[in-house]
């Protein structure tokens, strides 16, 4: 029988206690792959927690990949979890596809942000507090890796919410995700051979393209890119959404997410690009850590904005580097002024801070929430006549439609937008595009009121009917 201590007094909610320590134990090989754990009202008592406590522990492993469920036969450790470690000798060296609007009233895009939820008077508030207190620092030139007092309330976040360790020595700021993914090139080398998600965010093949880079795009199963998959290619880089990729939605469990790891570790100068882009928004668990947090061998590039949990128009996203690639950014671009401007900088500082982004993470996950639960309800209620499938709705900011009336893709497209309503099929997300086994349609839900998607939902069920 498992037995841990969970301290009742702690600030950390026992069903997280338990989750860590029951990780931490796969982790480790304390409990093997392929190991029964004790039923839920068997270590409840055990423990002396309630069997909702360890449920929701159980939940949060089985969500991460770290345990499977098996009907009538309970819970299972997750077979093959074994963390590749670097040796001390090898150690480093220390230092969306969405088109745009046009007429339609009513917009399923996945671009876009509720701008309501932007905390504008907080926000100015602090604008205020740090004019006055920077003053004349304001206006000179900034640390080519971003402010250190940003990079360190980054570091703070990403510690205790992603699970990530990282100095603030090793993040770089800069002018949000395609700046960000330009430099990422550059420091990897164009020379190079880029592994990419099929289907993924088109606009990121685009920006391979222009900085001359080989790309792969390779196919994905239900648990994101396999790893045997990407050993056969001639990638030596590859580019992941694996905490929810985009567009399918797929969160990629931790036995794949260490074969990646692996495959990262097996030869030399292989890099994993991680974009955590919506990681803030998981509705039915806790977030899922990142990627990051497993590595141990220095091959995880880490990329992430603010542009869903606060704003595109922010411009401010960060990079996580290893030590050697850091070393290489100062070998090579330290020259280069930040392209973010320090006011901004210091202001997002402050509000992160100050728990005002925490608070504003709280209040926008509850937004989303609703207008998810929301557009679900309204398309079960107006589509009710006619077969389709909701899909992939547990987390971020959009969700997947599976028509089954008939029609196929481009003509569920063009009907919608002759009634009013633009929405975007899956097949334009694959390079090359594809046709896909079933009409699916990806349905953001962020830019639109509660009213806005109960309206939308009855010009679809009138779009869609066959007459």
Not at 385 to 393: D, I, W
Request: net charge neutral.
């Amino acid at each position: 029988m498992l037995t841990y201590h969970l301290d009742p007094h702690s600030k950390t909610p026992l069903y997280e206690q338990l989750y860590r320590a029951v990780r931490a134990d796969i982790m480790s090989g304390a409990l093997a792959g392929g190991e029964r754990l004790p039923s839920k009202r068997q270590l409840a008592a055990n423990l002396r927690v309630s069997q909702i406590t360890v449920e929701t522990a159980y939940a949060q492993l089985l969500a991460e990949g770290y345990i499977v469920s098996e009907p009538r036969r309970g819970y299972f450790v997750q077979q093959q979890l074994a963390l590749p470690v670097a040796a001390p000798e090898r150690a480093a060296a220390p230092h969306t596809a969405a088109a745009p609007p046009d007429d339609c009233p009513y917009d399923f895009r996945t671009n876009i942000v509720d701008t309501g939820c932007f905390p504008f008077s907080t926000w100015a508030r602090l604008s205020r507090s740090v004019l006055s207190e920077y003053a004349d620092r304001l206006l000179r030139a900034t640390d080519p890796c971003g402010a250190v007092e940003l990079r360190e309330q980054i570091a703070h976040y990403l510690h205790d919410f992603r699970g990530i360790n990282v100095s603030a020595d090793n993040i770089l700021v800069g002018a949000g995700s395609e700046y960000l993914m330009h430099l990422v090139i550059q420091l990897l080398g164009r020379d190079r051979v880029y592994a990419l998600e099929n289907p993924g965010y088109r606009k990121l093949y685009q920006i391979f393209e222009a900085n001359g880079a080989a790309v792969r795009p390779l196919p994905l199963d239900k648990s994101g890119l396999r790893a045997d998959v990407l050993a056969a290619s001639d990638a030596s880089a590859v580019y992941l959404t694996p905490s929810h990729h985009f567009p399918l939605g797929t969160v990629m469990p931790a036995a794949r997410r260490l074969e990646i790891l692996r495959w990262a570790s097996a030869a030399p100068d292989r890099y994993i690009i991680e974009d955590d882009y919506d990681s803030e928004f998981r509705y039915a668990s806790r977030p899922i850590p990142a990627l990051g947090e497993l590595d141990r061998m220095g091959r995880v590039v880490y990329v992430n904005t603010f542009a869903k949990s606060l704003s595109p128009g922010l411009r401010i996203g960060y990079l996580v580097l290893p030590d050697a690639l850091m070393a290489r950014y100062h070998e090579r671009f330290s020259l280069y002024s930040s392209t973010v401007p320090s006011f901004e900088q210091h202001t997002l500082a402050a509000f992160m801070r100050t728990g005002g982004f925490e608070r504003h993470i709280s209040r926008s996950r509850k937004v989303y929430q609703a207008r998810r639960d929301a557009l679900m309800a309204a398309l079960d209620r107006e589509l009710a006549g006619l077969p389709h499938e909701v899909s992939r709705a547990e987390a971020g900011l959009h969700l997947l439609l599976h028509m089954r009336n008939g029609m196929l893709e481009r003509e569920l497209i063009e009907r919608a937008h002759a009634a009013g309503v633009r929405v975007y099929g899956l097949s334009a997300y694959y390079l090359p595009p594809v046709k896909p086994p079933r009409a699916t349609l990806v349905l953001g839900y962020a830019g639109l009121t509660e009213q806005q998607i109960d309206e939308a939902a009855a010009l679809l069920r009138q779009a869609w009917s066959k007459t």
